[in-house]
Nanobody, 121 residues
């Protein structure tokens, strides 16, 4: 089992910045992927950004140029630096950890509890 603890959410004004952190603990596999998803009221959960063990990244079009995902493998921690925040970024942000089992031919996903990000004047 893997446990994920997120922190860094809060209330910020439009144009402001926040940095989210997610620390993973438990049985961590060497090869894994981590990412951030978000879910706003009335909307489905969507991918914000993801990063592989070697640092390859992927971003949603809506956050490109504003958000940066990074990870510290020694600490099993992933970060999301959010700049130039907009009201549309308001959502609960969830951290995800994934590893692939070659034996089971299956990807296992673990989710954090979520942290609220509110962008408002």
């Amino acid at each position: 089992q893997v446990q994920l603890v997120e922190s860094g959410g809060g209330l910020v004004q439009p144009g402001g910045s926040l940095r989210l952190s997610c620390a993973a603990s438990g049985k961590i596999f060497t090869l894994n992927g981590m990412g951030w998803y978000r879910q706003a009221p009335g909307k489905q959960r969507e991918l914000v950004a993801s990063i592989t063990i070697i640092g390859s990244t992927n971003y949603a079009d809506s956050v490109k140029g504003r958000f940066t995902i990074s990870r510290d493998n020694a600490k099993n921690t992933v970060y999301l630096q959010m700049n130039s925040l907009k009201p549309e970024d308001t959502a609960v942000y969830y951290c995800k950890y994934s590893h692939y089992s070659d034996y089971m031919k299956h990807e296992y996903d673990y989710w954090g509890q979520g942290t609220q990000v509110t962008v408002s004047s």
